[in-house]
């Protein structure tokens, strides 16, 4: 597995010196927290905070938080209601203003195995408040379609796949990006996992290359029986 990440680690690095400056030859980041912190036997807080570049750890391109409440109706079906915001530079190594956004979203959960496969699906309705500038200002409604694969390699270890597919419901072309991805989760104890993969986010106009970097955290509020 060390030697894994360390030929991971080395394609990344190869791939960010290659190419001319444009968003589309650098090798971007995302830092990333998500947490579940369950406080009733039904009801769980969903929070998340990502920090996102066009380059290793600069060129700022989005930070955007969100926080909502999940309810679970069997182990293999939840539901999230929430709120997120986010303000993102919508132009690589040029000046522009930030694009600042708020959101509403829902999701509808679901969650089945096959051998040893985990698979989850995920439908997420966004309705999109965005500021462009001091006198454009757009509400759009979005829907998304996530599908994870799960495989666990030991039991610290895992590797995961995963496409997203998002769609303007309020735009003559619909679709706006396609995510396509893997990568690793490692265990650190029953609270803390940690994320490491690689994923291209596809449009009609760019491909964007990422590394994703991150923490995930589950706690437990509810009272012992």
């Known amino acids: 597995m060390k030697k894994i990440l360390f030929l991971l680690l080395l394609s990344f690095m190869y791939m960010k010196t290659q190419g001319q400056k444009s968003s589309e030859n650098q090798l971007g980041t995302w830092y990333m927290y998500n947490g579940s912190h369950k406080i009733s036997e039904k009801y769980a807080l969903k929070t998340m905070a990502h920090f996102r570049y066009f380059e290793l750890a600069s060129a700022f391109q989005q930070e955007i938080y969100r926080l909502g409440i999940n309810y679970t ?89 995963f496409n997203e597919i998002f769609l303007n419901l309020n735009s003559a072309q619909t679709f706006v990006q396609n995510w396509t991805g893997a990568g690793f989760l490692y265990k650190w104890n029953n609270n803390i996992k940690l994320k490491m993969g690689y994923f291209q986010i596809k449009s009609p106009t760019t491909v964007l290359k990422r590394v994703q970097l991150g923490i995930i955290l589950n706690t437990k509020f509810t009272k012992k029986q």
């Open 73 to 161: 109706f069997t182990p293999s079906t939840n539901i999230t209601f929430g709120v997120s915001y986010a303000t993102g530079d919508i132009a690589y190594d040029t000046s522009s203003i930030n694009l600042y956004e708020s959101r509403f979203y829902e999701d509808l959960n679901l969650k089945s195995n096959w051998n040893k496969f985990t698979i989850k699906h995920r439908f997420r309705f966004e309705q999109r408040f965005i500021h462009r500038d001091l006198n454009t200002n757009q509400f759009q409604n979005w829907l998304r379609y996530d599908l994870n694969i799960n495989y666990p390699i030991s039991n610290l270890w895992s590797a995961y796949l």
